[in-house]
């Protein structure tokens, strides 16, 4: 198909092309040897492979442990990274490489909620020009009309407008990152990659920066890439989930069938990990399902499969050959020789 540029936004797509598609996208950081007399460089593979599709409208959920690769692949999505490998295609154009000037348009429509409220705003400017920094760098409005724009856009996310000449310093945690979700929404943006935005906050916070989130996405239609460690919250949010180990996806389905019948040992584990709430009202305690050993170094990952040194199913095809990401149910995708549905339910409840 061929691609057609939109005037208004300068914008390149291709018609009936998914809104954002990663494949095999690769990240790998230059490092030096370990030790004072270390020669040589070593690549640190954060991220290695990974094939995702999003639509219009959809959340999507990256799950893993620490290191896994999630906010790599993040800074990849919003092209704050350039890949060293793979295609990044947005609306059917490649964006992988493009340069600044290239990239302008789409980015904003590709917006970012960081993950820590306090260190992601500028303490030297006030919320008015934290907000309205995206109206000028776009020529989103009239410079007449971006005080009224950054107030309403204040109001959407549940904060006095008339605040817009205050500090971040003034607000609170909660209140700072509903900042950033309001800079995130001033470019209208198709897709936002939220990476773990309620993990610095207080519980009682959590839930209503995740309600603002909710009612954003039905009322405006915006893809997410939601980023968490909390399993509960991306089964509450996200329509799609993808499971990442050691900068791969191992895993990615509808959310109700990966949390339902997960098929890989590792999502099987990660769900098992999750607190179950019936035990304080007599039920007995799921079995866990306990690894044994340390994630391996993306410096030096294992042959085959990457999960096989922590897994009680490996057996020597999984050291000598990589598992591809295929369908074994309806549209579920599992990076594993034997996957398979666990024999009883192991998952805890998460409502």
Request: glycine fraction near 8%.
């Amino acid at each position: 198909m061929t691609a057609t540029t939109t005037a208004k936004s300068g914008v390149r797509s291709v018609p009936g092309a998914p809104l954002l598609e990663l494949e095999n996208v690769k990240m790998h950081f230059k490092t030096k040897g370990d030790g004072f007399f270390a020669r040589g460089t070593k690549w640190v593979q954060a991220v290695d492979g990974v094939d995702l599709t999003i639509s219009p409208g959809e959340t999507v959920g990256l799950v893993g442990e620490s290191g896994c690769g999630k906010s790599t692949t993040a800074r990849l999505v919003t092209r704050l990274l350039e890949p060293t490998g793979g295609q990044i295609r947005y609306q059917g154009v490649d964006i992988a490489h493009m340069n600044e000037r290239q990239l302008r348009p789409y980015r904003r429509e590709i917006q970012l909620i960081f993950q820590d409220p306090y260190s992601s705003l500028n303490p030297r400017h006030t919320v008015g020009t934290i907000v309205g920094t995206a109206l000028r760098t776009h020529d989103m409005v009239p410079k007449s009309g971006e005080l009224k724009r950054v107030q309403e856009l204040l109001e959407v996310v549940g904060l006095n407008p008339e605040h817009y000449n205050r500090y971040p310093h003034e607000f609170s945690g909660g209140q700072r990152q509903r900042i950033g979700i309001a800079r995130a929404l001033a470019a209208r943006p198709k897709i936002i990659v939220a990476d773990e935005p309620v993990s610095a906050l207080d519980v009682s916070i959590q839930a209503q920066v995740m309600n603002l989130l909710e009612s954003l996405r039905k009322e405006l239609g915006i893809a997410f890439v939601f980023i968490a460690h909390d399993l509960g919250v991306v089964r509450h949010f996200c329509d799609r989930i993808a499971v990442m180990y050691l900068g791969r996806v191992v895993e990615e389905g509808p959310r109700d069938s990966l949390y339902e019948k997960p098929q890989h040992p590792y999502t099987q584990a990660l769900l098992s990990a999750v607190p179950d709430i019936g035990v304080v009202r007599g039920v007995p305690p799921k079995n866990r399902i306990r690894l044994v050993g340390d994630v391996p170094s993306p410096v030096d990952p294992p042959s085959g499969c990457r999960f096989r040194t922590r897994c009680w199913k490996a057996q020597d095809i999984c050291a000598t050959e990589d598992p591809a990401l295929i369908e074994r149910a309806p549209a579920q995708r599992v990076a594993c020789h034997f996957a398979e549905p666990p024999a009883e339910s192991i998952l805890a409840e998460t409502a």
